[in-house]
């Protein structure tokens, strides 16, 4: 544990709207101590999420350092098609932000998770809100990393609801199929916080507006990222909220008690049509957790309560 008895956590993420709603988050949070950020390519190239990490962190005084990840999958695959009509050409709906101050650190995303899982052995969460791609190339660098790693708690995946990038595939899972089966595969736990809970809690327009109100400068980067986000939820759906994706990753570190959980077996589909689709199969041995459920009504009042305590 850290000095103040605090879990030990590194996030992992592709910032990103919800990433950035994810890392105030964590930040407020009472029980996790941010120990690095580590970015990967995804919703943005890694050179802009690197950038709005950066920035985010300077913004709101997280005192840890930034680490740049991979710009391409475990097999070397690139990406020029980003999800700009989601997040932004920027990743943050368009506000073209940098750091004044902050630069990245001279270390590798992999070589920080590394150094971390050594310093925190048998203690380190890893929080990962993006492709899995940097855990994977740090499992596949060290031959300790997997051991001393206490567990990585992914947002990605969809097991008995629809995905939404294909009918079987997540975002963040089909980015980087064979990282997702690497990081399955290596004997870490895991706990996947998936598409069948982060659909089922939905932050509205109304509520935004009252952390807009209450919360300080966390309240105005929420007025100044989510009406992108609420504008693409509103095409897709027609509901006037957003589904509440990479915070549920943090709010199960935090406080698992409110979600639902079977124990068994993760994998991932690699071929074919259904590339990209988690697979789970229950059974008391396995290593692998899979939220299957969540008490809304209290993730949400706790996203405002520990906003409005740290900000407000």
């Known amino acids: 544990m850290t000095e103040d008895n605090k879990i030990p956590v590194v996030f992992d993420t592709d910032p990103g709207i919800d990433d950035a709603m994810a890392l105030i988050f964590l930040a407020a949070c009472k029980r996790l101590s941010l120990q690095a950020v580590t970015t990967v390519f995804g919703n943005a190239s890694l050179a802009q999420c690197t950038n709005n990490a950066l920035y985010l962190c300077e913004r709101f005084n997280l005192n840890v350092p930034v680490h740049a990840g991979a710009d391409q999958t475990i097999t070397g695959a690139t990406e020029n098609d980003y999800p700009d009509f989601v997040h932004g050409a920027d990743g943050l709906a368009n506000l073209n932000v940098s750091p004044k101050i902050r630069q990245q650190a001279d270390t590798s995303a992999q070589q920080s998770l590394i150094v971390s899982a050594e310093e925190f052995p048998g203690e380190l969460v890893i929080i990962a809100v993006g492709r899995m791609t940097n855990i994977a190339n740090a499992i596949q660098a060290s031959p300790t990393f997997a051991s001393n790693v206490k567990e990585v708690v992914i947002m990605g995946g969809a097991v008995n609801v629809r995905g939404n990038v294909t009918e079987w595939a997540e975002a963040n899972i089909i980015g980087d199929p064979e990282a997702a089966g690497v990081l399955f595969d290596s004997g870490i736990s895991v706990t996947q916080l998936g598409l069948d809970v982060t659909m089922k809690t939905i932050m509205r327009q109304d509520y935004i507006e009252s952390l807009v109100k209450r919360c300080g400068d966390a309240g105005k980067l929420?007025?100044?990222?989510?009406?992108?986000?609420?504008?693409?939820?509103?095409?897709?759906?027609?509901?006037?909220?957003?589904?509440?994706?990479?915070?549920?990753?943090?709010?199960?570190?935090?406080?698992?008690?409110?979600?639902?959980?079977?124990?068994?077996?993760?994998?991932?589909?690699?071929?074919?049509?259904?590339?990209?689709?988690?697979?789970?199969?229950?059974?008391?041995?396995?290593?692998?957790?899979?939220a299957t459920a969540v008490d809304d009504a209290t993730f949400l009042a706790t996203y405002a309560q520990y906003l409005n305590d740290a900000y407000g």
């Open 222 to 290: 929420l007025g100044e990222i989510t009406p992108y986000y609420l504008n693409f939820y509103r095409s897709r759906t027609g509901e006037n909220g957003f589904a509440c994706h990479d915070s549920s990753a943090v709010a199960f570190v935090e406080n698992p008690d409110i979600y639902e959980t079977l124990t068994g077996t993760l994998r991932v589909v690699l071929t074919g049509e259904q590339r990209g689709r988690t697979e789970f199969d229950a059974n008391e041995q396995g290593k692998h957790t899979l």
